[in-house]
């Protein structure tokens, strides 16, 4: 099911993307994480028993935009299933640069989707994605993603 997104500031067409609930070994990861963010999620997801917003993947190869510490936290967790929200990366909605501590100076949706398909990853907070507008929180119970 397709939700439509809130009206951008700017009057531009708004961003369309799709929820569902999918296999996490279809996702394809282009960043590591960090250990402490890690705990934070598993502690967050245990303590709410709720996955509140879904992860946001691109929608042809499935590679993860934002959310990699929720899908890590899921895995180590046991859970199989995740909430996602596909969206077409190449929206101009979605604008993609690096975080102000990130080891990599430039980056691109391109290099994104290129090492997402690859067995590389950048380090932990190297992306870092900005929509236009604000996607729907759409809460799913944990025993959903068993």
Not at 51 to 64: A, S, T
Not at 80 to 98: L, M, S
Request: charged share 35%.
């Amino acid at each position: 099911m397709a939700y439509p997104a809130k009206l951008p500031r700017d009057g531009s067409i708004p961003m369309r993307y799709k929820f569902a609930i999918i296999e996490i070994g279809e996702l394809r990861i282009h960043e590591a994480f960090q250990d402490d963010l890690l705990e934070s999620c598993i502690k967050m997801l245990e303590d709410d028993g709720v996955f509140k917003y879904p992860i946001l993947v691109d929608e042809n190869y499935l590679v993860v935009l934002d959310g990699h510490h929720r899908v890590e936290a899921l895995k180590r967790m046991g859970y199989t299933k995740i909430p996602v929200y596909k969206v077409d990366y190449w929206d101009d909605a979605i604008e993609v640069t690096t975080w102000p501590e990130a080891e990599v100076e430039n980056i691109n949706k391109e290099m994104i989707i290129d090492m997402g398909r690859s067995e590389d990853v950048y380090p932990p907070k190297t992306s870092r994605h900005v929509l236009k507008i604000k996607l729907e929180e759409h809460p799913v119970p944990l025993e959903e993603l068993r």
